[in-house]
């Protein structure tokens, strides 16, 4: 027993094997370079530039918008807001953009509705046609707005909508479905079924259990959704130009086209109507930008 103790305590001291030391003169292996050993000029760089690339025309919108009329100065300095005053009181951008809005926010919500219970058919059921289902919403991405036009607007002749924003909803969440059913679809999926199956049992029906489990693990998904059909509705010119005439029905992008003369276009005019279309779509992103890349990022996890 004292020479088995005593060969096992030999071996607990045998000393751990060492890398051979490089011969002298020999370089010692480069280790691979981290992220932090990178000089921060090479990220400052590139990140200003795109920076300036970007802020640069916003900032020569401001200053047409904000200077008086005539000046060629680089600074907005004094500072007026005539040009603003001109485009939303004698322009009608007042009523333009109530339309906007009232367009964007019924595209929202119709977009996200239906995209819901779409989404939530293609996560959770499995039916025959499903894949050609999922493969005609993709190809439908391929198909310009414009090639739609004359369909859309006989049909909306015929049920008399020409000349009612009710027309322009119905295109713009039409074409924003088939996306943002993939979209939820993706969404859904990376919620667990034993979420639901637990509250199944537990003697919640099937809708009842979408609403009290799967529905609030999809905030991040329904504003990245509802935000990009908003901002698609806000800006889209071509529904709004074809499927409305009178003035008092038109939206901010068509209001900014009659800003531009045959011969001559008031600068400071256009420039207060675009920044008058930027504001809002700057706040709400400003407001839902964590949203709103938490929701795309798990949405592309799993589809």
């Known amino acids: 027993m004292t020479a088995a103790l005593a060969e096992k305590g030999t071996h607990a001291r045998v000393p751990t094997p060492q890398p051979p030391a490089p011969p002298s003169g020999a370089r010692a292996p480069k280790r691979e370079r981290a992220f932090d050993d990178v000089p921060r000029w090479q990220i400052y760089v590139p990140l200003g530039l795109y920076l300036l690339f970007t802020l640069v025309p916003f900032y020569w919108m401001l200053l047409f918008a904000l200077r008086p009329a005539g000046s060629t100065s680089l600074v907005p300095w004094p500072l007026t807001f005539e040009h603003f005053d001109k ?15 009232l367009v964007g926010v019924a595209t929202l919500i119709t977009t996200t509705l239906i995209a819901l219970s779409g989404g939530y058919a293609l996560a959770r059921f499995t039916f025959r046609i499903k894949n050609g289902f999922m493969l005609a919403l993709l190809c439908s991405q391929f198909i310009p707005g414009a090639l739609m036009l004359v369909p859309l607007f006989e049909i909306f002749r015929n049920m008399r909508m020409i000349n009612s924003l009710g027309s322009v909803i119905i295109a713009e969440t039409v074409f924003q479905l088939p996306l943002s059913i993939i979209l939820i679809s993706g969404f859904i999926k990376n919620v667990p079924v034993s ?47 074809m499927f409305l005439s009178e003035q008092d029905k038109q939206t901010i992008p068509v209001g900014l086209n009659t800003l531009i003369g045959a011969d001559s276009v008031d600068l400071g005019a256009l420039a207060a109507g675009g920044v008058v279309a930027a504001v809002p779509v700057v706040i709400v992103f400003a407001f839902i930008q964590k949203w709103l890349i938490t929701g795309f990022s798990a949405g592309a996890v799993k589809g």
């Open 87 to 101: 485009v939303w009181n004698e322009r009608s951008f007042g009523v333009f953009f109530q339309n906007s809005m």
């Open 195 to 241: 979420l639901e199956e637990a509250a199944w049992v537990d003697g919640c029906s099937r809708f009842r259990a979408f609403c009290a489990v799967v529905l609030p693990l999809l905030r991040p998904g329904l504003i990245a959704v509802g935000s990009f059909a908003f901002v698609h509705s806000w800006n889209h010119f071509l529904f709004a130009l």
